[in-house]
């Protein structure tokens, strides 16, 4: 598998400012995915951000909301903007790594967003 | 759309007891299936996976799997649990549709006691 960090690992953000995570992997993948997971729940997926073209988004969120970038093979940010406490939740980041089955995944530790 | 469904928000067995946790998903052909555990402050750590073949598919930290298409289950097992089980265990269920999407349930809270 690969190894995948975030950063922050946490922060404590006033509402109405912005965030960018970023997730940086070992090795180049093709597929990065960025998911939320509020107080207590399950992950859901924000957006779908493949190199070289836009990222995907869910129903539910939008491109003004959460920015992605995704320069290149080993490296993508996302940006929570104009914050709110609703927005407090883990973000994570996983990648699908080449060569192995279909839809595996393997996450990176996490963002803790509170938001004040 | 495909969903999953785990039925036991929390569940509490003694060390050394075995586990099972429930998984049911929703979809008409045969999904990619997986389990993931998250452990207090980490991230997902994948446990296992089930493609094809064999119904019955064993993961890391002693944990197992066994898919039953009739009941359109994939309940994770472990003959005996250690306190260092203690985490949340999310069923997750990919389909054939290219986008590589995954769609998680709502988790398991596990709780070990002496």
């Known amino acids: 598998s690969a190894v995948i960090s975030q950063k922050p690992s946490r922060d404590i953000c006033q509402r109405g400012t912005s965030l960018t995570i970023q997730c940086q992997v070992d090795s180049q993948v093709t597929m990065m995915f960025w998911y939320r997971q509020q107080p207590g729940q399950s992950l859901t997926l924000i957006a779908t951000a493949n190199q070289g073209s836009e990222a995907t988004y869910e129903s539910g969120f939008v491109i003004d909301k959460f920015p992605i970038s995704r320069p290149n093979l080993t490296f993508s940010t996302l940006t929570v903007s104009n914050m709110s406490p609703e927005d407090s939740s883990i973000y994570l980041c996983s990648v699908r790594i080449p060569g192995r089955g279909s839809y595996e995944q393997y996450f990176g530790p996490g963002t803790r967003l509170t938001v004040t | 759309a495909q969903s999953v469904t785990q039925p036991d928000i929390h569940i509490t067995v003694s060390e050394g007891a075995s586990l099972e946790l429930r998984c049911n998903y929703s979809?008409?052909?045969?999904?990619?299936l997986f389990w993931y555990v998250q452990s207090p402050g980490q991230g997902l750590q994948l446990l296992l996976k089930y493609f094809s073949g064999d119904t019955l598919v064993q993961g890391i930290k002693g944990f197992e799997a066994e898919f039953k298409r009739s009941q359109s289950s994939f309940n994770l097992r472990k003959p005996s649990v250690h306190w260092s089980d203690a985490a949340e265990y999310f069923c997750?269920?990919?389909?054939?549709?290219?986008?590589?999407?995954?769609?998680f349930g709502t988790g398991t809270r596990l709780t070990i006691i002496p």
């Open positions: 997750a269920v990919g389909v054939s549709h290219g986008n590589e999407k995954l769609t």
């Open positions: 979809y008409g052909a045969t999904p990619y």
